[in-house]
């Protein structure tokens, strides 16, 4: 039964009660019949738990055994290192209990979405040779207070039901999306979901290191910071592992994991693929080999040739290729706004080009495609004053060409913006080391608007400067719709000769 007609049954049956009550009808009996349902209901519950809760359980059943090893995960060696390290508790827990070690509870996996969360606490049930559970902080949010606290029960006595029928020692509860009943608790309005985390705390209280089955929580969340700091304390989850987008080696493992299944051509060089997918997530990466395959069927080819593979990072990153149509002065002001990027970050980055395209792709009407970088963790402040300066490139075009900008810079100021408060918050801005919430917000637009302005006036200085690069290249573009990296390389090679 779908939730929401649940929760109308249940506001409109005592409201019926009333009404019969009211004109004079004798509800005796169908107080009876209701009671000889609930007891009905109640029997249900005791044999398999909470019926509202049913459809999360049989969900979870239906998962069945997972048998996903840590092998089938890639990158991750340091995450998958100290989650095996953290489980070898549960492996060894007499050792454990003869030192007296309390047992360990709770394991907090944090990292972006997409990076293998899940796939690792699969994997540490298999490790451990334990009954998995599964569910999600949404599976808990309910309207009526108390129902969500039921369920986290009923998900506990779920895992040491099922760990009893597959004679199992042990059992691992996996919770995704922590954050959604885990967060800060501030009192007032939030009474369920309070009453849910304090079922949760008061579970994973309960856990010692004698019972049988043993039962290990994994939560998984993206928003760390949001927790309610009961659950991070020692004796919760105490272990918190990150689990962080690939660098290149990862990314090539993960690429060959899920290129296993697949036809790849013996010319495939996935380090290549590993260098271009800078920024993917494994799940990107596994949708990249998926849509290679895909492209590859829509050829009617037998093998996944390099090229598809190119294809469908694009597609990954971009979205898929539109047909939408563009009036010509629409195209033009597309290719003039791209050649402003891709202008720019040849400028501050020479060899960065590596194609601008006036084909749309999701939302966007055209786009410039990088080379690789090289992998960075720390980034100076000239650097991020180019990357700004790459992002108002755009803008900047449209305004020596037309007098004026266009809605097709938000995106690009948004990036703008981000990159400026990285610079506050790391002390490369004229405020100085500062904690930025400590800053009016008078004082942060003011110093937002000189850096913007500052960088604007340069980026439009420079792309000035390279005015008849910029003619060349626009009349390709229009006639071709697409400019690659040598060609546009040339057009400055050549220019370099003439005054600029
Ligand atoms: P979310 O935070 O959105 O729940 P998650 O971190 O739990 O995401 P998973 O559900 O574990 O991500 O991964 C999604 C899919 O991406 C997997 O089924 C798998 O195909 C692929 N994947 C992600 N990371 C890896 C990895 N490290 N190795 C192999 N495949 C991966």
Redesign the pocket.
């Known amino acids: 039964m779908p939730r929401w007609l649940k929760e109308v049954l249940i506001g409109f049956i005592p409201v019926l009660f009333v009404f019969l009550i009211f004109i004079g009808f004798n509800v005796v009996p169908l107080l009876i019949a209701a009671v000889m349902v609930g007891a009905l209901l109640l029997l249900t519950n005791m044999r398999g738990g909470l019926a509202v809760g049913a459809g999360a359980e049989r969900k979870r059943k239906k998962s069945g055994p997972q048998k996903l090893t840590f092998e089938?995960?890639?990158?991750?060696d340091n995450a998958k290192q100290e989650l095996r390290e953290a489980l070898d508790f549960l492996i060894r827990y007499e050792e454990i209990q003869k030192l007296g070690i309390r047992p360990m509870k709770g394991i907090l996996?944090t990292?972006?979405?997409?990076?293998?969360?899940?796939?690792?606490?699969?994997a540490a049930a298999h490790y451990t040779d334990s009954v998995f559970v599964a569910s999600s902080g949404s599976e808990f949010v309910e309207m009526y207070v108390g129902v969500g606290a039921s369920r986290v029960r009923e998900l506990f006595r779920d895992a040491r039901n099922r760990a009893a029928k597959e004679n199992k020692n042990s059992a691992i509860i996996f919770i995704?999306?922590i954050d959604v009943i885990g967060g800060k608790r501030e009192g007032g309005q939030q009474r369920e979901y309070d009453q849910t985390l304090n079922q949760l705390l008061t579970e994973m209280d309960g856990i010692y290191s004698s019972e049988s089955p043993r039962i290990l929580l994994i939560a998984?969340?993206?928003r760390k910071e949001m927790l309610d700091s009961a659950l991070t304390r020692p004796g919760r989850f105490d272990r918190h592992i990150e689990?962080d987008l690939?660098d290149k080696k990862?990314r090539k493992?993960?690429l060959e994991?899920?290129g296993k299944n697949k036809p790849l051509s013996s010319t495939v060089n996935l380090d290549k693929i590993a260098e271009e997918s800078y920024g993917f997530?494994?799940?990107?990466?596994?949708s990249v080999m998926n849509e290679a395959a895909i492209y590859t069927m829509r050829e009617d080819l037998k093998e996944i040739e390099q090229r598809h593979l190119s294809m469908s990072i694009d597609k990954v990153m971009m979205g898929e290729r539109t047909d939408r149509e563009s009036s010509e002065e629409e195209k033009k002001r597309v290719a003039i706004h791209e050649l402003g990027h891709a202008i720019m970050a040849e400028v501050v980055r020479p060899n960065s080009v590596s194609q601008v395209a006036l084909s749309p792709r999701g939302k966007a009407l055209g786009y410039v495609r990088h080379n690789p970088q090289q992998e960075q963790y720390l980034y100076t402040k000239s650097f991020l004053e180019d990357q700004i300066m790459i992002a108002l490139g755009g803008a900047a075009a449209e305004e020596i060409y037309y007098g004026g900008r266009s809605t097709g810079s938000s995106n690009d100021f948004e990036q703008a913006l981000n990159i400026v408060k990285t610079m506050m918050r790391s002390g490369l801005t004229s405020l100085g080391i500062v904690n930025i919430d400590m800053v009016t917000t008078e004082e942060l637009m003011k110093e937002n608007n000189i850096i913007l302005e500052e960088l604007m006036r340069r980026t439009r200085s420079l792309l000035e400067d390279r005015r008849t690069i910029f003619d060349k290249s626009l009349n390709i573009l229009l006639e071709e719709e697409t400019l690659s990296g040598d060609q546009f390389r040339c057009l400055f090679c050549e220019n370099s000769l003439l005054p600029a």
Do not use: F, R, W, Y
Request: without cysteine; charged residues 15%; hydrophobic residues 30%.
């Open positions: 089938q995960i890639g990158g991750q996996l990292g972006p979405p997409g990076t293998g969360k899940t796939l690792m606490a699969k995704d999306e998984a969340t993206n689990v690939p990862g493992h993960i994991l899920h997530s494994g799940a990107q990466l596994e």
